[in-house]
């Protein structure tokens, strides 16, 4: 079993920065890896960046690739997300998901932050 609990949403202006975290207890953190997905209202959740089990290797969306970054802490047991250049399609709940080996789906996931970007 995995918990995972994110923290950090809130509002934000268009161009402007914010870093949401997922801090993860259970299973031994550095065994797994770690993503970050988005839900916007009335569309489907969308991945938005991975990170491997050390952190050696990420792997982002188009759509924010040059613009966040994902990183995580194996002493703190948490994941981050650093959003820069924030854009008012950001706008998003975030969920944070563990992958224990057997995809996204069947792995776990936080509540979601909300992040708001106004124009």
């Known amino acids: 079993q995995v918990q995972l609990v994110e923290s950090g949403g809130g509002l934000v202006q268009a161009g402007g920065s914010l870093r949401v975290s997922c801090a993860a207890s259970?299973?031994?953190?550095?065994?797994?890896?770690m993503g970050w997905f988005r839900q916007a209202p009335g569309k489907e959740r969308e991945f938005v960046a991975d990170?491997?089990?050390?952190?050696?290797?990420?792997y982002y969306a188009d759509s924010v690739k040059g613009r966040f970054t994902i990183s995580r802490d194996n002493a703190k047991n948490t994941v981050y997300l650093q959003m820069n250049s924030l854009k008012p399609e950001d706008t998003a709940v975030y969920y944070c998901a563990a992958d224990l080996g057997d995809g996204w789906g069947e792995g776990y996931w936080g509540q979601g932050t909300q992040v708001t970007v106004s124009s």
């Open positions: 259970g299973r031994t953190f550095s065994s797994y890896a």
């Open positions: 990170v491997s089990w050390s952190g050696d290797s990420t």
